[in-house]
């Protein structure tokens, strides 16, 4: 059978940030080629400090992949790009670049693609798409009020529910692990990416973050999302399906894992299912010397195959 030609194009890029994630970005990419083909371009993006650290054998194995390897834009701002460093603030940062597509995939690099993901329609147009948050890390009506007020804007009437926890309603509050958005030029001259980070840093700056600054990225995108008069696109539980201390489901139909620590790969047939999904696609003696350098990563790999 014929694969369809794709209607746009999709970028997935995500963070290398230090050695430490090397193996986390090389099985990102090869589950999301080897379950995706070529419907994706997939870019990886390294500060411009340690891009010289990437080990040889990351540099060969993503190259063979398809995956660009890109220093991190470095924006000169007034003030500095954040109040104090904000490490998960890179994502925004990255966003910025020229993937020269139609259609940006943010994807945290703690995750793996265990079945294909409906790349054509994942985006409409519009619109921005995430999950809503597992769990209510920040939020109340003065806080929503006082982030949206910063931009003149009303609190939205819109109302989403936690997957896990107390299962609470709130205002629209989303996971940043996968953020997907169409690129060009939106409300006020900017991109999406551009007016997700300007948000950010205006919180950022502006506010008093109450001790919950780490949930900066997630407090600013749904303010960002309303400031271009975009819409909010739910994407489903398997986009972003948060394993960590969660005992498997044999009901889930996940596309993506979110495992944060790699010991959860083991909890789950699809992580063994990843781990050997990485093996075809890097080949068997490259996966060797994978598991021989990365010895504590994939460690966690209970493939039949390991």
Not at 113 to 131: I, K, N, T, W, Y
Not at 194 to 201: C, E, G, I, V
Request: glycine fraction near 8%.
């Amino acid at each position: 059978m014929d694969t369809p030609t794709p209607t746009q194009r999709t970028a997935a890029f995500f963070m290398m940030d230090g050695t430490a994630y090397e193996p986390m970005a090389i099985t990102l990419a090869a589950t999301l080629r080897h379950h995706n083909g070529e419907a994706l371009s997939l870019f990886a993006y390294v500060p411009q400090e340690k891009l010289g650290d990437v080990r040889p054998i990351t540099r060969k194995v993503l190259k063979e992949l398809g995956v660009a390897i890109r220093p991190l834009p470095a924006p000169d701002l007034a003030g500095g790009i954040w109040r104090e460093p904000y490490p998960h603030g890179n994502k925004m940062l990255a966003a910025l670049d020229d993937r020269d597509c139609d259609v940006s995939l943010f994807f945290d690099t703690d995750m793996v693609c265990v079945a294909p993901l409906a790349v054509e329609g994942l985006v409409p147009e519009g619109h921005v798409a995430a999950m809503v948050s597992d769990y209510k890390t920040w939020g109340g009506e003065k806080r929503w009020k006082k982030a949206y007020g910063l931009f003149g804007l009303d609190v939205p009437e819109e109302r989403v529910q936690f997957h896990r926890g107390q299962r609470l309603w709130s205002p629209p509050y989303f996971n940043a692990g996968l953020v997907g958005f169409r690129e060009g030029e939106g409300a006020g001259g900017m991109s999406f990416a551009q007016a997700w980070l300007d948000t950010a840093r205006r919180i950022d700056f502006d506010t008093k973050l109450d001790g919950l600054r780490p949930f900066l990225d997630q407090v600013s995108l749904p303010v960002a999302i309303r400031r271009q008069g975009l819409g909010f696109e739910m994407l489903a539980r398997d986009y972003n399906l948060t394993i960590q201390n969660a005992d498997y489901d044999p009901e889930a139909t996940p596309r993506i894992l979110h495992y944060h620590k790699p010991k959860y790969l083991k909890v789950w047939p699809q992580g063994a299912e990843a781990f050997a999904a990485c093996r075809e696609m890097v080949g068997d003696k490259r996966y060797g010397r994978l598991k021989s350098r990365f010895k504590a990563f994939f460690a966690n790999d209970l493939s039949e195959a390991a």
